[in-house]
């Protein structure tokens, strides 16, 4: 946001009344003209403002736009979401974030998130699209994490388990986690994240943790198909939400939790995703790049990987795979 | 390689006289001059060919360079090698692994051996330099495994494996394992390996695995502190050696054991590892990001995690970590 515009919008934000742009014009020392240009862009971010010749401006509704300025009003944390780098579209945050690391100085990156309103070529796991329209939440969470690389899977966990938390604690809605990375409410899925990590054998030299979550934007633009099995905040609450505040409430959550894995208290991780878990305890369906198998999701372990107690008794881990259950 | 020289030079080899310019020309159909300046050619990429009035052109010695050519005559691989990129110089082979592996299909490259004849900005471990001068073997495999992430050091191993088992085909040395990925002979560090990659949390996108070895560069380049703990091919056998076969060899010698750990053989790998290790039944001092300790190694795990006996008794799993041994 450029400099100018962002001191009228705080200007709206103190008034209590409708404030003339003479005002605004004197306060800041620019011309009245400057005042309307910079009233225009704000308007343009979405700020919706009244204006009237006998009253002046009047800052009848925030933008809804997941604009830094808004985020950073409602962050509080001390690392992650301080840098922001806000795109209206972008191909995938992903894709920023490896461009950003293969090119800065990965210190000053740490705890960088990535927004776009809207992604144009969204990736899940696997490879597979991730359908990004406005008005979900789309962002890239850019670490340079102190964890060994065999325990990568918990800042996933730790991911999983702060968006759950956001949204039961923002909305009051039930959010489970399935294994191993998305987020369901009920039987319908709302959102997902996806970890990809450039590591030595031992070390790891950066982390993207990408979160997707369907908020306000309409389910009627997917397919009917999907339709069934999606569900988004603003569908289950009946309006649309406030998504900076439900964007600084998950980094919040993260940030909690990720020091949680730097700490190597792996365990009180796996114990808050197992309360939260959608999978554990029901019948599984498993598919790997090997194999596919049924039985009883019984457990995760500290390093991520679900055990699934077959039906002839003999335990299975794990690590990688597809996991379907009723 | 020009297409004309590298005629040119099939034809040299085929020859058990001196064949003059005249005959070359009449064979390929160029003029005499065309000959004459692929000649020059070949002798700027290291070849070594007389010339004289009255015999014309002879093979003295072939170029002592790492050129596909020479690599391709000797290679017995289906895919690790079969293709190269080639250069003199470049900061380092694993930086170019990141970049083509960022543009291009991963699925064609996979195997493509990146060389250089010198780096000049090469790395080893935890971002430590490596000092790569002409006359050693840099390079870098590019692979895009099936190998799940948490196996994913199974691909050092088998690196590994490979390097001192060439050494000790090709010049009766007698090289063994320092873990986690250092070749030594004796107590002299003649090599190291650098496996890097870029992964989801259950799939690996690509692997970059980096190798150097002092082969024929001389140890008086390197520093007086250097040069006591370090050694070279050429210094061990007492003469340069021929580093397009060694090369070969390693690359052949790879591919072997990488199909190994692909099919989830891992047993065979660490059995094999074991037999080439100068770790295990060593007193070591080990040190991780986060402490340090002193025990006997006792065995390696199927992950390539270090087993150490502590001197209480205490068996310690190292996955991550600096080793130091007598």
Redesign the interface.
Known sequence: MPGSAFRVLEILERAVTPISGETISNELGVTRSAVWKQIKELRQMGYDIQSSQKEGYNLVHTSNKLLPYEIHKKLHTQVIGRKIRYFEHTPSTNGVG?QIC?EGDLKNLHGTVIIAEEQTGGVG??GRAWISPAGGIWITIVLKP?V???H??MI?MAGSVAVARAIRKEFELGALIKW??DIYIGNKKIGGL??????????V?YCLLGIGIDVNNPLKDFSAELQRDITSISAEVGHEVDRASFLARILREFENRFQLVES?EYDAITQEWKSLSATLEKHVQIRT??NSFEGEAIDIDE??ALIVRKDNGKLERV???DCYQQ
């Open positions: 490896k293969s796991r696997m102190q060994p690389v065999d990568i899977f996933t191993p990375n996806l970890l990809e990590m450039s590591a030595e054998a031992d070390r030299h190597g790049l090997k390093f991520g690590i990688a795979g």
